[in-house]
């Protein structure tokens, strides 16, 4: 083969090389393999099992969930006009919500011992998020009488909407009463349950009668115009332990004045964790049994 058949062989190689492989962009031959990775991945959401006492939830581990419960609700909520308790409790204009054991604001229990929650959704869910929603009732179905259901023409019932934070009413307040999930900061499993177990009835567990025992509150930290969000409760707390690990319990930062001051610290172990959002404890669950006696 002489020297031009040679040349042109090479350049013909080379052209088919430079289609085969991926073009690289300006923005690409700075960024490891290892980084582009996680970018593409962070993006993604992965689906986990939960495994509680031979049952298996699948709950969504999004982008966000390092975040704890208190930091995202209490953000997704700085553009809410509602008047809030606590930072997502609906302030009840017909009776006062500190006296809710008092008043029966339970949700009733059918013939068939099952204590049926009438639920709508919002047509402002996708279909993602009503998956989402579904999922994160599904454990109550599963493991406690309770037993959310799609609404036929039932008077007392929730109404799912996508408002402006995540808050919803104490206990059942008579028919039909919110439970806000605002599509971009709510819908995540944890905080679904969280808001679902206030329309059941339950308080913040920082807030239960007997918590001083538990947490320290550092009151320095707390704007004093928020300092009402911190007081105790009278609690039912079914003689069931405190639970650091409850999905109702707020994280460290909760309405702290100074960026990453603690307002609540555990005692006597400070290293404890709180604040999680990735959904109900066994306690939370067994709470909901006694309480509904199930």
């Known amino acids: 083969m002489d020297l031009r058949a ?14 085969a492989l991926p073009v690289m962009e300006d923005s690409d031959e700075n960024v490891d393999i290892t980084t ?12 986990l099992p939960v495994m509680e006492d031979g049952d298996e939830d699948e709950i969504l ?35 006062n919500a500190l006296a809710c054991w008092n008043n029966q604001c339970l949700w009733r229990k059918s013939s068939n011992r099952k204590v049926q929650v009438p639920y709508t ?6 279909s993602n998020d ?20 799609a609404r036929s023409n039932q008077r007392d019932y929730i ?24 599509r971009r900061g709510c819908v995540y499993h944890g905080i679904i349950q969280h808001e679902l177990l206030h329309a059941l009835g339950f308080y913040h567990e920082q807030t239960r ?29 079914q003689n069931t332990p405190y639970d650091y690990t409850s999905v109702m319990h707020y994280g460290r930062t ?10 609540i610290t555990p005692i006597p172990n400070r290293n404890v964790q709180i604040g999680q959002r990735r959904g109900m404890s066994r306690t939370d669950i067994l709470r909901i049994n006694k309480l509904y006696r199930c």
């Open 6 to 19: 040679s040349i042109s062989l090479l350049v013909l190689l080379l052209l088919g090389l430079s289609k």
């Open 36 to 47: 582009q990775i996680l970018a593409t991945n962070n993006s993604l959401s992965k689906t």
């Open 61 to 95: 581990i999004e982008e966000s969930d390092s975040v704890d419960i208190t930091t995202q609700i209490l953000e997704t909520n700085n553009a809410s006009s509602e008047f809030l308790m606590e930072g997502d409790i609906v302030v009840p204009r017909t009776r």
């Open 121 to 126: 959704v919002n047509s402002q869910f996708s």
């Open 130 to 149: 009503r998956r989402k929603i579904q999922n994160a009732m599904a454990t109550f179905n599963r493991r406690t009488c309770v037993q959310f259901v």
């Open 159 to 182: 109404s799912i909407e996508n408002r402006a934070g995540c808050f919803s009413s104490l206990g059942r307040t008579g028919g039909r009463q919110v439970v806000s999930l605002n």
């Open 209 to 237: 009668s007997d918590r001083d025992q538990y947490v320290r509150i550092n009151w320095n930290y707390i704007n004093p115009r928020m300092a009402s969000n911190f007081r105790k409760q009278r609690t039912n707390n």
């Open 254 to 263: 909760a309405f702290t004045v100074q960026n990453g001051r603690e307002t």
